[in-house]
């Protein structure tokens, strides 16, 4: 299984970035969006399931969009409105359809400028 990750970079606060997560290897039933900032835990951003039901962290709601296309097997995070806090490491996570099928990207830096 292999989660392409591209999109990341510096950016100044308000500003713009989308993510993409290219899947291939695996069937999913969900993909997401995780962060870790520095010196904090791995937290959820978004996630959206393969029929385009979306959850998202309270912190992002209102200025962070997923979606996911289904023929291109890609997740996309659409960041606006950005803020320092956002500052953090990205990963992008595939589910399958058993619990071992759990998935990470590399990762991908983003950082927001105050």
């Known amino acids: 299984v292999q989660l392409v990750e591209s999109g990341g970079g510096l950016v100044q606060s308000g500003g713009s970035l989308r993510l993409s997560c290219a899947a291939s290897g695996s069937p999913y039933s969900a993909m997401g969006w995780y962060r870790q900032g520095p010196g904090k835990e791995r937290e959820l951003v978004a996630a959206?399931?393969?029929?385009?039901?979306?959850n998202y962290a309270d912190s992002v709601k209102g200025r962070f969009t997923i979606t996911v296309d289904n023929t291109e097997n890609t997740v996309y995070l659409q960041m606006n409105s950005l803020k320092p806090e956002d500052t953090a490491v990205y990963y992008c996570?595939?589910?399958?359809?058993?619990?071992?099928?759990?998935?990470w990207g590399q990762g991908t830096q983003v950082t927001v400028s105050s």
């Open positions: 996570n595939l589910k399958g359809f058993t619990v071992e099928a759990d998935y």
């Open positions: 959206i399931t393969r029929r385009g039901a979306a």
